[in-house]
């Protein structure tokens, strides 16, 4: 079944996405539709926008870009004061139209929206059992699991949803709207972000809080681990639905995902990237290695990790790459080849700047390798007469189950290399990776899912943790 080839035959998993609610604000469609525009870099694929006009709720939704499905014309479609958006990251397979979000469930009990973020683990074996039972899906996505749980409770809504969490295991952070009500719910591992603003007299939803300056929202707060919100006309009701929690969001939120101007749990990301290259350019004057030129980040999420090790170190920093800024992110691209072909258009060097030069490469992370390979050739057709590369995060060595595109282990190299064949697979003149108590150190938490670089996963990952170890002892 499709549901069994999204996980594994094509090595994919669904991927990072974004969430926005507005509860209570005139024109919600549209304040959905900016705040969705803020968060387009967590997905691609498709997106959707569910209005209620207090009586009933509407939902248009569309492959692509949100400027693909979203103009003004239908904008206006969506009329009423509450929404619910969704932007879906690109896969190869689970593109079909019934798994685009928000996901609707029509009953007579009520109609509602739900739009969720991350992958829940346990996905598989509650639909079968749901399945078994009778339930009818319209697609694959593990998304509609929730909306299927939630409905088949017993209870007022609040408790419908509180028992249908409880199910659930993995990364969720999802929205949900009903005609006159909205909820707010984080995972007890709290893997995935989920903050709450102010606008006007109602409340806006998001998975980055970088959405709420385009609608204004203020008096911002994260949901907690483990924690449902009720929001109506009387405010907010904070329900901790889970007994026992923590904090572990996921590191790559952090390195890679957030958006810079985003603050998730009360760091601000391009603060930790910067502090994660100071924490590089530290490791390499303690160690007195490497003497270089300039300092070069790769456009666009490594920036602020370079200028963090340019300060540290006292090394210029430079434009060494630029970006063609209408090719997308490389790494979400489905296939090897048009990812490779993506960094080719992507990335070029600035000759002047860099010829003749030892260069600190630094970037955020090594996926499969293609980004560092390409950019090291690059700069060395380029002139330049040493790269050194240096990472600002561990080396990616596991799958993350909790809804990022980290793939099966045969495509990550740093899974199947050491950090000298690494080294020589990128022609890198040398290469440092950010180890684990280093990027905890930098970033000054511990409250991090780190689970893709050393294999410790903060939940039970079920049917997936049985097909890992298969797949690694494949590997022997
Ligand atoms: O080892 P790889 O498989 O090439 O993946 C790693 C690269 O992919 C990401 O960049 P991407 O181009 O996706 O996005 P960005 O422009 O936001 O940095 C990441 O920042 C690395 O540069
Ligand atoms: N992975 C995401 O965050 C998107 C949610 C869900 N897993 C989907 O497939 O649509
Ligand atoms: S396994 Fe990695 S990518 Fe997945 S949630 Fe954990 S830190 Fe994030
Ligand atoms: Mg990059």
């Not at 904008?75 to 929404?83: P, Y």
């Not at 007299?201 to 907690?224: K, Q, T």
């Not at 990237?273 to 300039?294: H, P, W, Y």
């Not at 410790?456 to 002892?473: M, R, S, W």
Request: charged share 25%; with cysteine; net charge negative.
């Amino acid at each position: 079944m499709l549901f069994e080839k999204d996980y594994f035959l094509t090595g994919k998993i669904n991927e990072e996405c974004g969430v926005f609610g507005v509860f209570n604000v005139k024109d919600a469609a549209s304040l959905t539709y900016f705040g969705l525009h803020a968060l387009q870099h967590r997905g691609q694929e498709a997106s959707g926008i569910a209005t209620s006009n207090k009586k009933e709720i509407k939902c248009i939704k569309g492959r692509g870009l949100l400027t693909e499905t979203f103009n003004n014309r239908v904008i206006k479609e969506l009329k009423g004061v509450h929404a619910v958006g969704h932007v879906r990251y690109s896969t190869a397979g689970g593109n079909e139209i019934e798994n685009i979000q928000p996901i609707m469930v029509r009953s007579h009990k009520g109609d509602f929206a739900v739009s969720h973020n991350g992958n829940i683990v346990n996905a598989k074996e509650l639909r079968e059992e749901m399945e078994n039972n009778g339930s009818i899906f319209q697609g694959t996505s593990d998304s509609e699991i929730i909306g299927h749980l939630i409905q088949r409770e017993q209870g007022d809504f609040v408790e419908k949803i509180r028992k249908a969490v409880l199910h659930l295991e993995g990364a969720f952070a999802f929205v949900v709207m009903r005609e006159n009500e909205m909820y707010a719910v984080r995972d007890h591992n709290g893997l995935r972000p989920l903050s709450v603003a102010k606008v006007d007299n109602g409340y806006v939803v998001s998975s980055e809080s970088c959405a709420f300056d385009i609608v204004n929202g203020r008096e911002e707060f994260d949901v907690l681990p483990g924690e449902l919100l009720k929001i109506d006309y009387n405010g907010i009701q904070h329900i901790q639905y889970a007994e026992k929690t923590q904090l572990k969001m996921c590191a790559m939120e952090y390195i890679y995902f957030s958006r810079p101007d985003s603050s998730i749990d009360g760091i601000n990301v391009h603060t930790a990237r910067k502090l994660s290259g100071r924490m590089l350019a530290k490791i390499d004057k303690e160690a007195g290695d490497v003497e270089a030129d300039i300092v070069v980040g790769v456009p666009d999420s490594s920036l602020s990790a370079a200028m963090g090790y340019a300060e540290e170190s006292g090394l210029p920093y430079e434009l060494g790459l630029i970006k063609n800024r209408y090719v997308g992110r490389t790494f979400i691209q489905p296939t090897q080849a048009q990812r490779e072909r993506g960094v080719r258009m992507k990335l070029s060097a600035v000759r002047d700047i860099v010829k003749g030069k030892r260069i600190i490469l630094v970037d955020d992370s090594i996926v499969r390798g293609t980004t560092s390979k390409r950019i090291v050739q690059l700069l060395k057709d380029a002139g330049a007469t040493e790269v050194h590369v240096r990472i600002g995060s561990p080396a990616i060595t596991h799958p993350c189950f909790y809804g990022v595109d980290t793939s099966s282990r045969k495509e990550l190299i740093s899974a199947r290399k050491n950090n000298e064949e690494v080294r020589d697979f990128i022609i890198a003149d040398s290469l440092k990776f950010l180890e684990v108590d280093k990027m905890m150190e930098a970033f000054e938490t511990e409250n991090l899912c780190v689970a893709c670089f050393n294999g410790v996963y903060p939940t039970d990952l079920f049917n997936l943790g049985v097909q890992l170890k298969e797949e690694i002892e494949n590997e022997r």
